[in-house]
């Protein structure tokens, strides 16, 4: 540890407090959360159905494509209604009809204020109470019965081919006969019920419901709780402390007097021959840049699915690409790039820790490690159509079809296929750096030990995705899921792309081997610190307790504090491109990494926090708001930097190709206005108008036909096609770039060393 021994110390006493913490309230989550009834029962002893209904009921959620077809305590897509919002809804209204009918002889709507008023005060009565017994039955009355009788035929009607709902169908981007089995249908509808119970119902000597209130539904008092306004006003005070702890730190702590190393006449990575496994990477760059075009090109796609439900300007193909399907894929295919362009840097990068010698094998396992991504991709993207199609039995679906759950949408055979290529790349890493890393030779190896640390915890923690199953209750599967989503992208993928290129700077000679270790492990701290308990913004109301909010509250407030500096870091790491003249070759890979500076402050830093305080996810969650977000912060950052490595590695393993300055302007400049446009211009104005529906009415209004079917509405979603084809073109671009350099095509600079291959 030498001279970083506090640093050390502070990042994995952090690391240590901040998974008990998480581990500590992960077991709180599996004791409090919502049960799911052994039976369902009438108060005159009617049984309705059971648990084993409810779970198989879930088992059809997932293979109509579960969260990439509207959204379940606000997680999944927004085209179609949140289904946990919208049956809460109708069944409260069916009850009203039912007991307004049954009262007065008129529809409730047409009862004075008086009446209306004493209803809704026994509505809230019959539903916020926790009707739950001892042995885990829940009893409802008569009139709920039929309440949910009726919510369960208007469910049964739209997922089947009824014609009077193909309008509905279309509004919601769903194809005809969506979930064919009328049994099927009716298990599905069994599960939104128990979706809507928990929201509506309240934890046993509490106050609040099981989703802590959400979503916000005035007929029975759902509206924040205090605990939600006091842990939101915290974090903001947390965020302010954290930002003036850390200007603090940042004056006084840094050093300020330490001069950058003299630069090398000659680019230090350029003076080891390339190795068989480096120049067998061109391939891995090759499926980056094919797999980023096939999910941009189905981003336009879905995007457009969205305006006209089941058509492709005029053209029906929603029986063969629905709406589900090539959400899934654009999302996966997101996935599967950037994390392809991850490897492959970390693959590149093993070689030259090496003292640019392959371990033996190295190359064999670099070709092995591609096929499997390559067999993985076409296996699961098949497995989604099947699925989907309901061609495939439905036993099958989870295991080799679609989870259903956003972002892990693969199934279960792929992802542990997906974690065992990951290890794979974690035995072919570990094998070029520990020995350098245990090599006796005086070098400091603090940096490298660190980058060894985060390779580790890229490889391991996707497992993480293994502890949830078909039918495991929905918040213990939440917890796992944004392990993966969360904690293993932002966290630890973070801490890698830090210290990689602090890695790769000072091997340069750009900056000093003590700089870049100080800041790197700095860095780390701050991640871990807001980033392993900020896992817990995303389970506010995913039937989870109040401390669970207190903690992601706190905690993911302070993941903004390092988004903070990134502006200096951009500045600093866009200044090193006129430290040396061979500095000019990687302008542009340099320039990715000032774009994930900047989508790291304004896509992660201000559009994260303005979903991050529970008040305000209370009302958004669900809404456009969140894509604003998941797409700045998603491509701006990661997307940004696996473009950047992947740049940077063709660099090398081309080394006397030349980027093309039109065709880089083009798609730099391309992507990032196109990402402004996407955003500007329809996802935040239509986030926002859906904001004020959802304070003022209700989820279920902002998400409803009615609302979302509005022209104003309708426009902005095609307005959305400015930018994305602005995007599409910079893609493209990018993409040919990349090509044409692996091809061997293109200006070239005969003055650059070639790098001869490996004997």
């Given at each position: 540890?030498?001279?970083?021994k506090?640093?050390?110390?502070?990042?994995?006493?952090?690391?240590?407090?901040?998974?008990s913490?998480l581990?500590?309230?992960?077991?709180?989550?599996?004791?409090?959360?919502?049960?799911?009834?052994?039976?369902?029962?009438?108060?005159?002893?009617?049984?309705?159905?059971?648990?084993?209904?409810?779970?198989?009921?879930?088992?059809?959620?997932?293979?109509v494509?579960?969260?990439?077809?509207?959204?379940?305590?606000?997680?999944?897509?927004?085209?179609?209604?949140?289904?946990?919002?919208?049956?809460?809804?109708r069944?409260?209204?069916?009850?009203?009809?039912?007991?307004?009918?049954?009262?007065?002889?008129?529809?409730?709507?047409?009862?004075?204020?008086?009446?209306?008023?004493?209803?809704?005060?026994?509505?809230?009565?019959?539903?916020?109470?926790?009707?739950v017994?001892a042995?885990?039955?829940?009893?409802?009355?008569?009139?709920?019965?039929?309440?949910?009788a009726q919510?369960?035929?208007?469910y049964?009607?739209?997922?089947s081919?009824?014609p009077?709902?193909?309008?509905?169908?279309?509004?919601?981007?769903?194809?005809?006969?969506?979930?064919?089995?009328?049994?099927?249908?009716?298990?599905?509808?069994?599960?939104?019920?128990?979706?809507?119970?928990?929201?509506?119902?309240?934890?046993?000597?509490?106050?609040?419901?099981?989703?802590?209130?959400?979503?916000?539904?005035?007929l029975?008092?759902n509206?924040?709780?205090?605990?939600?306004?006091?842990?939101?006003?915290?974090?903001?005070?947390?965020?302010?402390?954290?930002?003036?702890?850390?200007?603090?730190g940042?004056?006084?702590?840094?050093?300020?007097?330490?001069?950058?190393?003299?630069a090398?006449?000659?680019?230090p990575?350029?003076?080891?021959?390339?190795?068989?496994?480096?120049?067998?990477l061109?391939?891995?760059?090759?499926?980056?840049v094919?797999?980023?075009?096939?999910?941009?090109?189905l981003?336009?796609?879905?995007?457009?699915?969205?305006?006209?439900?089941?058509?492709?300007?005029?053209i029906?193909?929603?029986?063969?690409?629905?709406?589900?399907?090539?959400?899934t894929w654009?999302?996966q295919?997101?996935?599967?790039?950037?994390?392809?362009?991850?490897l492959?840097?970390?693959?590149?990068?093993?070689?030259v820790?090496?003292?640019?010698?392959?371990?033996?094998?190295?190359?064999?396992?670099?070709?092995?490690?591609?096929?499997?991504?390559v067999?993985?991709c076409?296996?699961?993207?098949?497995?989604n159509?099947?699925?989907?199609a309901?061609?495939?039995?439905?036993?099958?679906?989870?295991w080799?079809?679609?989870?259903?759950?956003?972002?892990?949408d693969?199934?279960?055979?792929?992802?542990i296929l997906?974690?065992v290529?990951?290890?794979l790349w974690?035995?072919?890493?570990?094998?070029?750096?520990l020995?350098?890393l245990?090599?006796?030779?005086?070098?400091?190896?603090?940096?490298?030990?660190?980058?060894t640390?985060?390779?580790g915890?890229?490889?391991?923690?996707?497992?993480?995705?293994?502890?949830?199953?078909?039918?495991?209750?929905l918040s213990?599967?939440?917890?796992?899921?944004?392990?993966?989503?969360?904690?293993?992208?932002e966290?630890?993928?973070?801490?890698?792309?830090?210290?990689?290129?602090?890695?790769?700077?000072?091997?340069?000679?750009?900056?000093?081997?003590?700089?870049?270790?100080s800041a790197s492990?700095?860095?780390?701290?701050?991640?871990?610190?807001?980033?392993?308990?900020?896992?817990f913004?995303?389970?506010y109301?995913?039937g989870?307790?109040?401390?669970?909010?207190?903690?992601?509250?706190?905690?993911s407030?302070?993941?903004?504090?390092?988004l903070?500096?990134?502006?200096h870091?951009a500045?600093?790491?866009?200044?090193?491109?006129?430290?040396?003249?061979?500095?000019?070759?990687?302008?542009?890979?340099?320039?990715c990494?000032v774009?994930?500076?900047?989508?790291?402050?304004?896509?992660?830093?201000?559009?994260?926090f303005?979903?991050?305080p529970?008040?305000?996810?209370?009302?958004?969650?669900g809404?456009?708001?969140?894509?604003?977000?998941?797409?700045?912060?998603l491509?701006?950052?990661?997307?940004?930097l696996?473009?950047?490595?992947?740049?940077m590695?063709?660099?090398?393993?081309?080394?006397?190709?030349?980027?093309?300055?039109?065709?880089?302007k083009?798609?730099?400049?391309?992507?990032?206005?196109?990402?402004?446009?996407?955003?500007?211009?329809?996802?935040l104005p239509?986030?926002?108008?859906?904001f004020?529906?959802?304070?003022?009415?209700g989820?279920?209004?902002?998400?409803s036909?009615?609302f979302?079917?509005?022209?104003l509405?309708?426009?902005?979603?095609?307005?959305?096609t400015?930018?994305?084809?602005?995007?599409?073109?910079?893609?493209?671009?990018?993409?040919?770039?990349?090509?044409?350099?692996?091809?061997?095509?293109?200006?070239t600079?005969?003055?650059e060393?070639?790098?001869q291959?490996?004997?």
């Amino acid at each position: 540890m030498g001279p970083y021994k506090k640093h050390w110390f502070t990042l994995i006493g952090l690391c240590i407090a901040m998974f008990s913490l998480l581990g500590y309230f992960g077991v709180d989550i599996y004791r409090s959360a919502p049960p799911v009834p052994a039976q369902v029962a009438t108060t005159q002893g009617q049984a309705l159905f059971t648990e084993k209904d409810i779970l198989d009921g879930q088992t059809a959620w997932q293979s109509v494509g579960g969260m990439q077809l509207g959204s379940i305590w606000g997680h999944g897509a927004y085209q179609a209604p949140d289904w946990t919002a919208d049956w809460l809804h109708r069944e409260l209204s069916a009850w009203l009809d039912l007991t307004a009918q049954e009262r007065h002889g008129k529809a409730y709507a047409e009862l004075d204020e008086s009446r209306q008023g004493a209803l809704r005060a026994e509505l809230k009565a019959e539903y916020r109470k926790n009707r739950v017994d001892a042995s885990n039955h829940l009893v409802v009355s008569a009139r709920r019965a039929q309440a949910i009788a009726q919510t369960a035929a208007y469910y049964d009607q739209l997922f089947s081919a009824d014609p009077a709902f193909r309008k509905t169908r279309q509004s919601f981007a769903m194809k005809e006969d969506t979930l064919p089995s009328a049994e099927r249908r009716q298990q599905l509808a069994r599960f939104f019920f128990w979706t809507a119970w928990a929201a509506a119902t309240e934890r046993p000597d509490s106050r609040v419901t099981y989703t802590n209130n959400w979503p916000h539904e005035p007929l029975i008092g759902n509206v924040p709780s205090s605990e939600n306004v006091v842990w939101s006003i915290a974090s903001v005070v947390v965020l302010l402390a954290g930002v003036g702890f850390l200007i603090w730190g940042w004056s006084f702590l840094r050093r300020h007097d330490e001069p950058h190393p003299e630069a090398p006449a000659r680019d230090p990575l350029t003076s080891f021959a390339l190795t068989p496994s480096q120049r067998a990477l061109g391939k891995y760059l090759f499926l980056v840049v094919a797999l980023f075009v096939f999910q941009v090109f189905l981003g336009g796609f879905t995007a457009h699915y969205t305006v006209e439900g089941q058509h492709f300007y005029g053209i029906d193909v929603s029986q063969w690409l629905p709406y589900a399907l090539t959400r899934t894929w654009h999302i996966q295919s997101a996935l599967f790039w950037i994390a392809t362009g991850f490897l492959a840097v970390g693959l590149f990068l093993a070689p030259v820790i090496n003292g640019g010698k392959d371990p033996k094998f190295q190359k064999l396992g670099v070709d092995v490690l591609f096929w499997a991504l390559v067999f993985v991709c076409v296996g699961s993207f098949v497995g989604n159509y099947l699925a989907i199609a309901h061609i495939m039995p439905a036993e099958w679906n989870f295991w080799l079809g679609h989870q259903g759950y956003e972002y892990v949408d693969l199934g279960r055979v792929w992802q542990i296929l997906k974690y065992v290529g990951i290890l794979l790349w974690l035995v072919l890493m570990l094998r070029g750096v520990l020995p350098a890393l245990f090599r006796r030779n005086g070098e400091d190896k603090n940096l490298l030990a660190l980058l060894t640390a985060s390779v580790g915890a890229i490889g391991l923690f996707y497992g993480a995705g293994l502890f949830y199953g078909e039918r495991t209750n929905l918040s213990v599967m939440e917890y796992w899921r944004w392990w993966v989503v969360h904690l293993w992208v932002e966290g630890f993928f973070e801490v890698f792309a830090t210290t990689a290129l602090a890695f790769v700077f000072s091997s340069m000679g750009l900056v000093s081997r003590s700089m870049a270790t100080s800041a790197s492990l700095a860095s780390a701290s701050l991640f871990m610190l807001g980033g392993i308990p900020g896992t817990f913004h995303h389970l506010y109301f995913a039937g989870t307790t109040t401390p669970v909010m207190a903690v992601g509250a706190a905690f993911s407030a302070l993941e903004v504090v390092p988004l903070i500096v990134l502006g200096h870091e951009a500045w600093e790491n866009w200044r090193l491109k006129t430290r040396a003249p061979w500095m000019a070759n990687l302008k542009w890979p340099l320039a990715c990494f000032v774009a994930v500076a900047f989508w790291n402050m304004l896509g992660a830093g201000v559009f994260g926090f303005m979903i991050n305080p529970p008040i305000s996810l209370y009302y958004i969650q669900g809404l456009n708001t969140t894509p604003v977000h998941a797409h700045a912060a998603l491509f701006g950052v990661y997307g940004f930097l696996a473009l950047g490595f992947t740049l940077m590695v063709l660099r090398y393993v081309r080394p006397r190709f030349v980027f093309s300055e039109g065709l880089m302007k083009t798609a730099f400049w391309g992507l990032n206005a196109g990402l402004v446009l996407m955003i500007t211009t329809s996802l935040l104005p239509i986030g926002v108008i859906q904001f004020h529906a959802s304070v003022t009415e209700g989820l279920w209004w902002a998400r409803s036909e009615a609302f979302m079917q509005q022209p104003l509405l309708q426009t902005l979603r095609w307005v959305r096609t400015f930018g994305d084809v602005v995007f599409i073109v910079g893609a493209v671009a990018m993409a040919w770039q990349v090509v044409i350099g692996l091809m061997g095509r293109g200006a070239t600079s005969p003055a650059e060393p070639l790098l001869q291959p490996a004997r």
